[in-house]
């Protein structure tokens, strides 16, 4: 079994600053590409940033430059550092991989796992 674990979450005020993390832990044998979204209720599911095993990110337009991805391969382990949040980034952050599981078979192909989310609240 593979979880997503995501943390880092709360309530901050306009302006301030938080990183989640997220720990991608079970029988894995390659994590590649991983990610964070976010959802706010009654409104699609969106990406915030994702990040290649290379390292290669990609950001939604809006949030270039307040929001930085990164990733520590040997922990299996992203972040997502927010600066200048502001009361619309409210929502419920979650993390995603595309992770190859261990198997007495030998890996398959990638599935895709969803951690289970963590709040993020920004006060005006």
């Known amino acids: 079994q593979v979880r997503l674990v995501e943390s880092g979450g709360g309530l901050v005020e306009s302006g301030g600053s938080l990183r989640l993390s997220c720990v991608a832990s079970?029988?894995?044998?390659?994590?590649?590409?991983m990610g964070w979204y976010r959802q706010v209720p009654g409104e699609a599911r969106e990406l915030v940033a994702d990040?290649?095993?290379?390292?290669?990110?990609r950001y939604s337009d809006s949030l270039k430059g307040r929001f930085t991805i990164s990733r520590d391969n040997n922990k299996n382990t992203i972040y997502l550092h927010m600066s200048a949040l502001r009361p619309e980034d409210t929502a419920l952050y979650y993390c995603?991989?595309?992770?190859?599981?261990?198997?007495?078979?030998?890996?398959?192909?990638?599935?895709?796992?969803w951690g289970q989310g963590t709040q993020v609240t920004v006060s005006s």
């Open positions: 995603t991989a595309a992770i190859q599981q261990r198997s007495v078979y030998g890996p398959g192909a990638p599935d895709d796992f």
């Open positions: 079970g029988s894995i044998f390659r994590v590649h590409h």
């Open positions: 990040i290649t095993a290379n390292g290669e990110t």
